[in-house]
């Protein structure tokens, strides 16, 4: 391997040496037969052939050594200039591909502003970056799912063990098999939700516009939750004006309104009050739901939308921590604007704005 690099690097200085010798070559007897010709013409002076050998001589003699001089100019300001920056690339390149992204190349200190292997090397470590949090990213959801899977598995393992037992009384037996069909349907939830923000994020799902009646959508997603919210004994307070139409996907829509009553139902206390409002705000509309729940802090709420976040470990198991990544998703597909207020012990609201043009 070593020998046949060593042949081609000695090929390649030929081969340059080459072009060198030809160039001045060319240069310099254009040059010196223009020179000899005017001072023949203009000082009368007569060339012998022991002359002219002898200048051809001394010319081929000068070639040589200025292509050598160039040849060596030319390799030093390649190994320079080219060389050791695509050395640089490369080596990154190939631990890139050996999964360390980490890997960054610096910029190299050069006169030129247009230095285009700088160019190179800046889109190379912002490449390395995004892939670096994508491998980030990837690792943490594995995590996170083979955790969230784990978790309903083994509460249905246990209980379905318990229910082989011969001496059950019929209230043990309603009581674990209620806690398997529970788990079982958080384990669902749990496979849909990754489904459908694996089709967003891949934008297998791509919004369809149209006009519809947001205030209409709202209060029927509100009404879909009427039992929960009844069972718990949760007061809902609703301000909407009527007819408020906007210009979206109303189905991916339904998905945020979904996901934000289901989490102010299921993080708010037994008695508690959950806000509903639709305004008109002229060219834009907005929807507010509002809660008086546990609430999170502000270092909680940096991460909300985070897949698989959980502040609060002690509601764990009430969600997987996709329902809001979902929101954010769509929201930023339909161009939209999501904001967040809450505050530990006071409860969280959530304000949607929608462009009704959008």
């Known amino acids: 391997m070593k020998r046949g690099l060593s042949y081609r690097k000695l090929l390649s200085a030929l081969h340059h040496f080459l072009v060198f010798f030809l160039i001045a070559a060319f240069l310099i007897t254009c040059t010196l037969m223009l020179f000899v010709t005017v001072m023949t013409r203009t000082l009368g002076i007569e060339l012998t052939g022991e002359n002219v050998e002898v200048a051809a001589k001394l010319t081929l003699l000068n070639v040589i050594a200025l292509a050598l001089v160039f040849t060596i100019l030319d390799t030093l300001r390649r190994k320079m200039t080219v060389d050791r920056p695509v050395q640089r690339i490369v080596q990154a390149a190939q631990k890139m591909m050996q999964g360390d992204f980490s890997v960054r190349i610096p910029m190299s200190k050069s006169l030129d502003t247009e230095d285009k292997f700088n160019e190179i090397a800046a889109c190379f470590n912002q490449m390395a970056l995004a892939l670096s949090e994508n491998e980030t ?82 209060c029927e997603c509100a009404l879909g939750f009427e039992e929960a919210w009844e069972a718990k004994g949760l007061q809902l307070e609703s301000e909407i004006d009527d007819g408020v139409c906007v210009r979206s996907d109303p189905e991916l829509l339904s998905l945020v309104w979904n996901n934000l009553l289901s989490n102010a139902i299921k993080f708010t206390e037994r008695g508690g009050t959950i806000t509903l409002r639709v305004r008109d705000c002229g060219e834009a509309a907005e929807v507010q739901i509002a809660d008086t729940g546990c609430g999170v802090s502000c270092e909680v709420g940096k991460h909300m939308f985070d897949k698989f ?50």
């Open 137 to 218: 990213l990837r690792s943490d959801f594995i995590a996170n799912v083979s955790h969230e899977l784990k978790t309903p598995l083994a509460v249905m393992k246990n209980y379905g063990t318990l229910l082989g037992s011969p001496h059950l009384d019929e209230s043990d037996r309603l009581e674990y098999a209620q806690a398997i069909t529970d788990a079982a349907g958080r384990l669902a939830t749990l496979v849909s939700n990754i489904l459908k923000l694996n089709k967003l994020e891949h934008q297998q799902i791509t919004p369809t516009a149209q006009h519809f009646d947001l205030s209409a959508q709202v």
């Open 309 to 358: 976040y959980q502040g609060d470990t002690s509601h764990a198991t009430e969600g997987n921590g996709l329902g809001l990544a979902l929101v954010k998703r769509v929201v930023d597909m339909c161009g939209c604007d999501i904001a967040v207020e809450s505050e530990v012990g006071v409860g969280t609201k959530f304000t949607v704005r929608l462009p009704k043009n959008g």
